[in-house]
């Protein structure tokens, strides 16, 4: 399968934004036909109600992708300091639409450098003065004085589970969110996990702990046996679920199956479950928002599944599953073999060369041994049937640069 070759947008900047996005109605009318979004929903206990297909803006280089996002009905907007110039040209935008209150904007306690193995998000050791100054930081960036929600990043990137328990418990962060929130500068707490250690367990104990008013977990049809009771569990309990990872990282992939048939499937596979929210997804051009949202509001279908099939059947063998980690145990040299394939998979699949690299070159035990290693025990460990030594061989030379 070759890869997907999105078209790049060069239309001037969109203009005339939806002023009732999100509005009482919850549906947003198509603008000239163009697919927009359908529906509307809660997030647990908070006062919000986002777009079911919300932006994810990771590699966001034009402020006017978002204002024709916001003209398409999409309200929510997942950003962060670390995200390259991700806050700066949202805030561009919003010097152009006016209406900030239709709007929901979510951004992360981390540093304003750039993605390096988790070293850009706030760690156990961090001041009050440390979360203050990152929610700081991204208001002026954004242009604005409050942030909807703030985000616990990427819990679960350490093995030890008590390490990662103490960062999203810590102390300094509660007591930041206090003042943050009685200063009016956020409204809700959140956490995120893509794995690869303790996904499940970590948000469960943030949906017990009453801290928390949403999590974001990566979530697909690929397989997240532990995820349908996590989020049962923080429905139960009032807390907002927003899935990210939804598309098993295929989002540059042409399946073959007609433009945004998958990615429409992938979507409804998601959002079929009543426990979710949202979604957030990376949109990077003008076709993402004509391929993605015709998902919007609609059912889950026999021919969605038969798409999914279709796609396992070509790629189930090569994904990774986010936050697995069952293979980790086999390998003698202790290789982070999780970690590893993740940021391949950011090279490969997501068009995230740099990141990738800078994030691999942090990892503590990289994967040179495997180039060397005869055994594979890591082949039999998975149970997803990956060929994890060919693959980790594979990661060390592009995320390296060796030949």
Known sequence: MERRQFIQSSAALAVGAVAGVGGSAGQVEAKDNKASVQKYNSVGRTKMKMSDISFGSGRLTSSSLILRAIDRGINYFDT????????????????????????????????????????????????????????????????????????????????????EKERLF????????????????????A?????????????????????????????NFMKFPKVPDLIREAKQNGVGVIAMKTLAGASDSNVELGPGKFEQAAFKWVLNH????????????????DDYLPASGQPFASVDQRFLDSY?????????????????????????IASILRYQMYFENYGEEKRAMMAYKDVEKNAESCLACADDNCNSACSYGLSVGEKLRAAHRSLSMQA
């Not at 990774?320 to 290789?335: I, Q």
């Open 80 to 163: 962060a300091p670390d995200y390259g110039e991700s806050e700066n040209i949202i805030g561009k935008a919003l010097r152009r639409f006016k209406n900030r209150e239709k709007i929901y904007l979510a951004s992360k306690f981390c540093h304003p450098i750039a993605y390096s193995s988790g070293k850009s998000h706030l760690q156990v050791g961090s001041s009050k003065d440390d979360y203050i100054a990152s929610v700081d930081g991204s208001l002026k960036r954004l242009g604005t004085d409050y942030l909807d929600v703030v985000f616990v990043h990427a819990m679960g990137e350490k093995e030890s589970f008590d390490d």
């Open 274 to 289: 009543a426990e979710v929210d949202g979604l957030v997804v990376t949109f990077k051009s003008v076709t993402h928002l």
């Open 170 to 189: 810590d102390p300094n962060m509660l007591e930041a969110v206090n003042e943050l929130k009685k200063s009016g500068k956020i409204r809700y707490l």
């Open 312 to 336: 396992a059947a070509m790629y189930g063998s090569q994904y990774c599953r986010t936050g697995c980690g069952d293979c980790g145990p086999s390998c003698v040299e202790g290789v982070d």
């Open 191 to 219: 956490v995120s996990s893509h794995g690869p250690n303790n996904m499940e367990k970590l948000m469960l104990e943030a949906v017990r702990s009453g801290y928390f008013d949403i999590i974001m977990p990566a979530f």
